[in-house]
């Protein structure tokens, strides 16, 4: 905004303001006014309205929305109370939109038609500008999209004043209609949530079954197997489980505490930890079963640490204050290299065997190709796990207000939309329960 004063010369007030030359330096500009200080102030603020508004009118003429995208995330985003996790999503969708012809285009010409044919494309599919074909986005990734875009068409309307209204506003969600066959012979199945069966579970984790499979999971040294033993008994998210350290858990007790969230920031292209989805920190208990799991892998790490000497990985945490925000970097350094000043040794639970912290990425990666190489396990993913985690408690009574504790669900309605009564046989289940009601039973 330009800075204004007003002074008075004889009988006559005047009025002056400092604004851009086309070097870009302020310089001072004064302008008469009238004999009545009042009328002079008012005649300022006038003066400064109308060259902020053609200032920024000139500054938009060719300014692309991709620019524009670039402006949101620096002034807008970056400094907001947004986690860490969600700012980075937006990033993400920021790059991927200025990939797409929208981005390129004048931000002055662009409107409400073009942007709807930009949603219409993402929501329907079709054919890239390369001549690639392009699938429907899900509706996360749609809501990823709206919301960008939504947010840096109004912070063009205001603060910025680039534009004088939102085109977004008239932007609308057009979803493909579902087709339903009335007339068919086939018996109709409802879309649920994928689960495992304890036997499919038991097949990933069999040596016995291909060979391969071996070196995939089973080994010793393979880092997949324990984030995959984790999430199976009990239902963290894979970024939930690769942050975790022996801190958190108690063996003794049978419990752990889930504080943190590792994922990799591609904005930054760096492994960060942070808060979970929730940025709450939640409790939760486990089997026997696990507690031993756990048990034999601290030991292993133990006797690593002695196998590899001098080669041992340790793995550090570091700082990152960057505007109004704050990272927190992830580092394997070898055990015999100088840990810069500011960094700070983390104790990771889910490492490999040198020592060095297992990511997120890779973890998914080696789910991702257990589904294309085991029969039976066709789409499995790493999410899948907590999908079975919580259907396996709610299809053997535990209570909904329990599983959307130790979930970090932010309300039971959200545990019993998603997850409950997922599989078939639960639904079996319920509809049975009518036969004791029926029976006095």
Known sequence: MAKGSVRKKGKK????????????????????????????????????????????????????????LDMWVEEELKPSNLSNGTVMAYQGTVNRIKQYPIGSRKLKSVTADHLQAFIDFLSFGGVNPDGTT?????????????????????????????????????????????????????????????????????????????????????AKDNPALLPIQIAYYTGLRIGEVCGLTWQDIN?????????????????????????TKRKKIRTVDFCDTLAEILRTAKTEQHK???????????NFYSEVKEKDRTYYEVYSLPRTEQAPEGYKEISFVCIRPDGSYEAPS???????????????????????????????LLSNGAAPKDVQELLGHADVSTTMNIYAHATREAKRTSARLLDKVVGGE
Request: with cysteine; glycine share 6%; aromatic share 14%.
């Open 251 to 275: 063996l003794e007790k049978q419990y752990l505490t889930v504080r943190r969230s590792m994922r990799y920031n591609g904005a930054r292209h760096k492994t960060e930890i942070g808060a």
């Open 13 to 68: 007030w005047y009025y002056r303001f400092y604004i851009e030359d086309e070097s870009g330096r302020q310089v001072q500009r004064e302008f008469a006014g009238t004999e009545s200080k009042s009328e002079t102030e008012a005649l300022l603020r006038k003066a400064m309205e109308d060259y902020e508004e053609k200032k920024f009118v000139a500054k938009s003429e060719n300014a692309t929305v991709a620019m524009l």
């Open 134 to 218: 392009a699938k429907p986005l899900s509706k996360g990734y749609l809501r990823l999209f709206s919301a960008v875009l939504q947010g840096a068409f109004r912070f063009a309307v205001f603060p910025k004043r680039l534009i004088s209204f939102n085109p977004m506003q008239y932007v609308v969600w057009r979803g493909k209609k579902e087709n339903y066959e009335l007339f068919s012979d086939e018996n109709g199945e409802t879309a649920s949530t994928p689960t495992l069966t304890h036997e499919q579970y038991l097949r990933l984790l069999d040596n016995e079954m291909v060979t391969w499979l071996e070196d995939f999971l089973r």
């Open 362 to 392: 890779t973890v998914g990666l080696m789910c991702r190709t257990a589904s294309r190489k085991v029969d039976g396990l066709e789409g499995f993913h790493f999410h899948q796990l907590r999908h079975t985690f919580t259907s396996n």
């Open 304 to 314: 690593n640490r002695f196998r590899y000497g001098e080669l041992y990985i340790l």
